[in-house]
């Protein structure tokens, strides 16, 4: 990792205004919170004491902030275009990518074998907020070269692994990933992408994928395609579904480029959002010469993906937060400049104008962009911490435990993070007046791209069924009831400490409302009232979201209220003070809106469920 | 109003899909539940019987279809351009406006000494709603063009109506409205466009405005832009300005077209939606020669706004009502198409897929749309119908009851209406999945258009204020108690019907509860507490529009009830019990996380108007 003039630029850029990230708030999150550090522990993280991640962060900020910020307009309106089979991205980004390659971080987390920097799942995730925040169609690249270079390590043969490993890891060669198809979206099982086994081991492959993030580009001079296909003879379903790897250009046995694949783009999308990242439609095999290997094992393609759904998942929730944590900091700058109106208090023809964030419902929507960007960078982050607590401990039981709170926190990472930053993004937009509206002001381009982290990797939808479908009820609950008891952590701390104890209270009742409606939808999966408790598998997923942000405010507040005993300076004093307060206004004014959609929830109210199709009209 | 062939088609389409806006629904909320008939008993609106009033909405619905919405796509893409001081509007809209002007489309409801059609503002804006679901960037260069004429009729003097009102009635010449300036956006008392009277009684008029929607364009030979600017000498604020009328060209006394006026637009916005109507920077008297005309009386510039508010807010709910009035029924259809998934009671593998729609989640979505926008369209077209009344009624009680109706229902009908739009129409691209974040359907289109009703004609913050800070207190709060007798009545008619009898109740409930807070608030905007009552002006809207919503379609149930009885076919029988079970969808799950939310509000937390701006961090 090339760390260059960090902790300079920290100092000159003290006093000016944030921007993508609040690096007070990462810092919080990263070591006061969940105090990362003692990872350093570990032999695995060794490395990483507190002096070393605090230069990564300030390495990624810099280059976010000075490289991949400042063409994000221009790539969003040049967009991507196909001509002759070629797809253009952004000119700017090939710039990007060198820079970004060259700083080794595409493999933050990944092993040092293959080129990765073995660092903290938590520490690549700040790294990734601010990557994500300045410019998140440049970095959907990225992340599909990363996620399929995952799918080789994971799966790949000791020769698929030399063969294309380093190569993806370095940025050298881009990754994709083939699922999609007309007729199969949420319901992956429909593929008919056909694979036929030919004598030499490798299967010549014939479908049409469609929606490919990166799918072809002129970025990378090798693009290498995870495939999923069904193997002549395989059963129907998911069951029959098996991986592979299919190269845009084979790849020699000695490494060097061969002949081009069958594989073409015969469309990109004109989308709301991410222009700068092609979404293509793909057609393999159109010649009959479409030729990839097997990745992991016959059929057993969709395990494949599940172990990499969590991480895909966590990082769309990266992606939509990410949003929200520039949306932020872009209207409360702006909101301390615009001057605009009178203050209420003093609202005489003669008193000065004021800056817009001295009105109140000005400060309500900062307020609440602010404790959804925080408790989202807790959750997310934690999860990172988790992630790294499954890799080093070597107590299978505690392993097992991270791991059940990761699988029934990942919907809310991703379902509930989303559906909020999608909202703050908008609120985003409002505290611009018109300007907001306007391509002046990066907030219309922030929400229109957030507004794909709702539908990709799984729409919300599914992933309150998730939720709702698997994660309450794997292993008897287990995952569910290990939430519940982490929260209890939080929230009996929080009730030995007087400034909260109130809030401990009300998480606690909430807790309590939230396991009952937990149990009464898992007790109502029978034939009779399971499209009842289906339908409200996305309430239940906001209900989840909403006592998890709470959690983690909580959490925040009572880390806050051990520090302000020692506080060396009025910044952090304001900092600490805005925790509690932070966490006072989501439990005592979202909180209870949320307990009162739980007791709907368990209404049970059956219109949705019972309603005629003819009753929608329409006709 | 050329009508031609509006029933042929009617009968023609009768088994198709509805797209744009439920034709079912339109004619229900028209005949069934506003009984608009009964307007043709007053002179003014003698004409407008039944037939009339379908034939015109029948040939809305031929226009808005067969013209309007075929180049919605082509004229997002194309957009406007500025070049050489020209702008160019989307191609196709200059066919369009042709078409609707033939059509007499444009003074739907105007004073027929001028042009118009002297229909009911209920008639108008059923037509209204198929116009602005099919295409509402068009639509925003006919309400300019119809609002700058309004103001004309309005305020101007004899002179002026005869040489500019009848080319704007009929589509021949534009209008805009030049307000915005870029220090004065919600604070318009601070505009500094100054007027300096000339010796022959015109005025010569300097300043730079934003934000004109129509500012200049090509579509039409001349545009009329009233400005809003101060006498050199008037007082500061909103107490010293004036309106003017300032034609691009100057018109001759004998109204032939004369020079150029000092009047030019110095850029458009690029922005995040309504690509096909330009937003124009415009710039008066650069070379010191703009010269208008006083319309209406000195320093009354502002009452003059205050006057043409309801109608402007009223449309602005209109526009974004009817993107998700078109986006819902795309969404449906799309359901009742789209093959995917099995359904939740025979998963076998070898079952056969299905529709979306019979998927628990998808359709408590598709009812989620439905009933805001059923609930919405009977909000709006009965503030239409208040309108009507107040201009036939004969009775000065009853007429300033109407007005007062009218008054408080405003910002509910802006405010409200545009927030809920915009969650309606982004749940209207999840059922697309993927599909739904392309160009390939008008979703995201809908979604990125209906952003700037939130935001433009008083962003929805001020809309919110003005609930708060004039409605509920104008006249001792006589608008608010209006409301408040008027939402009794369907109560009690509710409270003698069986099936809805527990609704009745669950909405009195709600309206005891709404009229608390509301004293609460009010109670509250002394010194003390004033910022935290403002604070809670845009959670106040939000919950007196779910009471509103739920007062609407309860209202729908009554109708729908009393007709049940007397059903000739089955698709009455389902369009009459949809009725009845959105009514209680809405009011079993919505209404009582609204009454939670006044809680809420009752509890008069402190943290936003105490909480210090070093706390939002950011520095």
């Known amino acids: 990792m090339l760390i260059t003039h960090g902790t300079d630029t920290d100092n000159r850029e ?11 708030d990462v810092d919080f999150v990263l070591h006061e919170q969940l105090e990362i550090e003692r990872l350093s522990k570990t032999r695995k993280f060794s490395e990483f004491n507190r002096k070393t991640i605090d230069l990564i962060v300030s390495e990624a900020r810099n280059l976010a902030l000075k490289e991949l910020l400042p063409c994000m307009r221009e790539a969003d309106e040049q967009g991507c275009t196909l001509e002759n089979g070629v797809v253009r991205v952004p000119e700017a980004f090939h710039r990007v990518l060198r820079l970004f390659c060259e700083g080794e971080w595409l493999a933050m987390s990944d092993d040092q074998d293959w080129g990765g920097q073995g660092m903290p799942s938590a520490v690549a995730l700040a790294a990734n907020n601010y990557f994500n925040g300045a410019n998140f169609p440049f970095m959907l690249h990225i992340i599909l070269a990363h996620g399929a270079g995952k799918l080789v390590e994971k799966f790949g043969t000791e020769k698929q692994k030399s063969l294309f490993l380093k190569n993806m890891y370095s940025g050298k060669w881009g990754g994709s990933m083939l699922l999609t198809e007309p007729a199969a979206g949420s319901d992956v099982g429909a593929l008919t992408t056909r694979a036929v086994k030919n004598d030499d081991g490798t299967y010549s492959i014939t479908g049409n994928k469609i929606f490919i993030s990166s799918g072809e580009n002129n970025l990378v001079e090798n693009i290498i395609h995870p495939v999923l296909a069904r193997i002549e003879g395989a059963p129907e379903g998911t069951a029959g579904i098996s991986l592979f790897l299919v190269p845009k250009i084979q790849v020699n046995d000695d490494g060097s480029l061969g002949e081009p694949n069958d594989v073409i783009c015969t469309g990109i999308e004109e989308k709301m959002g991410i222009h700068g990242s092609p979404t293509c439609s793909m057609s393999l095999g159109s010649r009959g010469l479409c030729r990839g290997t097997l990745l992991g094992k016959e059929n057993k393609g969709m395990s494949a993906m599940f172990v990499m759904m969590n991480e895909a998942r966590l990082h769309v929730g990266m992606q939509g937060f990410s949003c929200t944590s520039a949306s932020y900091l872009n209207a409360l700058n702006y909101a301390r400049e615009r001057v605009q109106g009178k203050h209420l208090l003093s609202p005489a023809k003669d008193a000065p104008s004021v800056p817009i964030i001295q009105h ?40 097992k435990g991270y791991q059940a709170l990761i699988d029934v926190l990942i919907p809310v990472a991703k379902g509930y993070v989303t559906d909020r930053a999608f909202e703050m993004c908008s609120q985003g937009v409002q505290i611009f007046g018109g300007y907001g509206f306007t391509k002046e002001y990066p907030q219309e381009q922030l ?18 069924m998730d939720l709702l479908g698997r994660k309450l009820t794997m292993n008897n609950g287990e995952a569910f009831d290990m939430l519940v008891n982490t929260i209890a952590t939080t929230v009996g701390k929080a009730e030995a400490m007087a400034p909260v104890r109130d809030l401990a209270k009300d998480l606690d009742l909430a807790m309590a409302c939230l396991k009952k409606t937990a149990g009464f939808l898992t007790g109502n999966l029978g034939p009779d009232t399971i499209l009842m408790a289906y339908a409200n598998a996305h309430p239940f997923l906001d209900v989840t979201g909403d006592t998890v942000m709470s959690w983690m405010l909580l959490w925040r507040a009572v880390v806050a209220l051990e520090k302000l005993d020692d506080v060396k300076n009025s910044r952090d004093l304001d900092f600490y003070n805005a925790q509690v307060e932070g966490a006072r206004f989501f439990i005592k004014t979202v909180l209870p809106v949320s307990r009162a959609r739980m007791e709907v929830i368990r209404s049970g109210d059956m219109t949705v469920a019972k309603i005629s199709e003819a009753a929608f009209g329409g006709k």
Request: hydrophobic share 40%.
């Open 360 to 399: 109140p419902d000005v400060r309500r929507i900062l307020l609440t962009m602010k404790v959804y960007s925080e408790g989202m960078r807790s959750l997310l982050f934690y999860i990172g911490l988790l992630e790294d607590l499954v890799r080093v401990s070597e107590d299978e039981t505690g392993k």
């Open 447 to 464: 929400l229109r791209n957030c507004k794909i982290t709702q539908i990709y990797e799984g729409t919300n939808g599914i992933q309150a």
């Open 14 to 24: 003290n006093d000016m205004a944030q921007i993508v990230a609040d690096r007070r």
